[in-house]
């Protein structure tokens, strides 16, 4: 009998191929590079298949009888009642913000953070609108900052202001994404999420939590397109380099729109 090996990728469905000789099946050996075993199955060809020419060649689908799951594929399988998952997410949460916290008290704020909050304080809000032209910013973070600059709170506010902010997408990420936990965890005590945008208190901080609105919206935006365009809008007062992303999702939900959501 003829034996046919190939390989295929790493899929959750696999396809095996089975030579025809007039009305004999043979089997398939298929090998997954990714796990360096063979697996071997047995394939049944469809009545279709049976009349065909000598020598043609079926692609059909094939179940492997064992797969061993990776590591990331296991962690996915961890089954947790909701209670458990929200006091783990509670914890993670928790000690991101001490992290953050930390990192708060040895931070010595840059020229431009300064500027932000002086012109908070000192400027009114037509005053504001009109010093933007200057600034190259959008006034969202300025606007911000401006009840605290003026109520006479203290400089290091506007530190624990942009931990707050991101305090607020750490939760939408963990309670929202469907990466694994790990995933989420390694994100959350990263360079992004970590210092950058908590400690250094900028408009950057704003770009996740709207980033993650958007995300939150997105799958119910036909139904409720007010919040989602809203999250788009918000975007686009965080920084200029969110100019671009807006703009892209603003027209691909109007390709939609226009396609009737097919």
């Known amino acids: 009998p003829m034996m046919i090996t190939f390989f295929i990728p790493d899929a959750p469905i696999l396809y095996g191929i089975a030579y025809t ?6 089997f398939v ?17 469809a009545e279709s298949g049976l009349t065909r020419p000598k020598g043609h060649v079926n692609i059909i689908h094939a179940s492997p009888e064992r797969k061993e799951a990776s ?42 953070e300064a500027q932000a909050w002086l012109l908070a304080r000192e400027l009114s809000i037509p005053e504001l609108f009109a010093q933007m032209s200057y600034e190259g910013h959008p006034c969202l973070w300025h606007l911000l900052l401006m009840p605290l600059a003026k109520l006479g709170l203290p400089y290091v506010s506007m530190n624990i202001l942009s931990l707050t ?3 607020v ?10 990466l694994p936990l790990p995933m989420k965890a390694l994100a959350l005590f990263g360079i992004g999420f970590s210092y950058y945008y ?22 119910a935006r036909r139904e409720k397109p007010l919040r989602y365009g809203l999250a788009i809008a918000l975007m686009v007062q965080t920084h200029v380099i969110m100019l671009g992303m807006a703009a892209m999702a603003s027209l691909v939900w109007l390709a939609e729109a226009l396609a009737g959501y097919r």
């Open 21 to 26: 000789n007039l009305y004999d099946t043979h």
């Open 29 to 45: 050996s298929v090998c997954q590079p990714s796990h360096h075993s063979f697996v071997k199955f047995s394939l049944h060809i």
């Open 71 to 112: 590591p990331m594929e296991r962690t996915a399988r961890w089954h947790l009642t909701d209670r458990h998952r929200n006091i783990l997410y509670a914890c993670l949460l928790l000690a991101y913000i001490a992290f953050n916290l930390s990192l708060l008290v040895c931070h010595e704020n840059w020229r431009d």
């Open 165 to 167: 902010i991101m305090s």
């Open 169 to 178: 997408a750490a939760a939408l990420f963990l309670w929202k994404s469907p």
């Open 198 to 219: 908590p400690v250094i208190s900028r408009s950057y901080c704003l770009i996740p939590l709207f980033v993650f609105m958007m995300a939150c919206f997105y799958p």
